[in-house]
């Protein structure tokens, strides 16, 4: 069965700073791979995806995630924080093929000026 | 459009009234989702429809939970009778049946059960 871990339940940096999300899948099948952001009160919002064209993605707001196949990794990063980051972040997975989306626990982001 | 509808927004009620949570889809969108989402748990799936067919519902906690989907514009989550431990937010998703491989997410409902 497929699992989606991110590391971290709670991430906190500095405005400016580098963001990492970390974002681990395990599967038989290809997959594709998503970010989703949830902002307090909210529904979650597409960030970015990969569905198995370029390995490196970018999306809005500055947020880019790479696809390691060899590491079963998606991490998200954003080079320069900014407080309207601040959010809960979700990494999702789906199989090829599958219409299901299974989610990661959430990260949560703080982002401190 | 205007994106995936939920009503209420919000509702509180009491343990052993039945609830009913809306959900109005993205026209032209073949599957929906219905999750629930806790501190404890995260973000579930609990039941999901094809052109309006229950196709998953492994992820409905117990019978006390049902879903529809009576036409393609129009879904509900019911539970009858509610229990505290319901308590959390439910959001309906939907996505297109081909191309598009992500979900469009509602804004929830968030459920008090008291």
């Not at chain 1, 093929?97 to 982002?111: H, I, N, R, W």
Request: charged share 15%; hydrophobic share 35%; with cysteine.
């Amino acid at each position: 069965a497929q699992s989606v871990t991110q590391l971290g339940s709670h991430v906190s940096v500095s405005e400016g700073a580098l963001v990492l999300l970390r974002c681990n899948y395990s599967s038989s099948v290809p997959p594709y791979l998503f970010w989703y952001v949830q902002y307090p009160n909210q529904g979650l919002q597409l960030l970015l995806k990969y569905t198995s064209a370029a390995t490196l993605v970018k999306g809005i707001n500055g947020f880019e995630a790479e696809f390691k196949k060899s590491e079963t990794s998606f991490h998200l990063t954003k080079p320069s924080a900014h407080m309207s980051d601040a959010a809960e972040y979700f990494c999702a997975y789906s199989g090829a093929g599958s219409y299901q989306l299974t989610f990661g626990k959430g990260t949560k982001l703080s982002v401190i000026p | 459009d205007a994106g995936v509808i939920q009503s209420p927004r919000h509702e509180v009620t009491e343990m052993g009234q039945e609830v009913t949570l809306r959900c109005k889809p993205i026209s032209g969108h073949d599957y929906l989702f219905w999750y629930r989402q806790t501190m404890m748990r995260g973000l579930e799936l609990l039941i999901y429809f094809n052109n309006n067919v229950p196709i998953d519902d492994s992820g409905m906690p117990e019978d006390r939970f049902s879903a529809k989907m009576p036409n393609a514009s129009f879904s509900t989550l019911k539970i009858q009778p509610s229990e505290p431990r319901d308590s959390a937010v439910y959001f309906c998703a939907t996505r297109p049946g081909r191309g598009v491989a992500e979900a469009f997410f509602g804004q929830g409902t968030r459920l008090t059960v008291v």
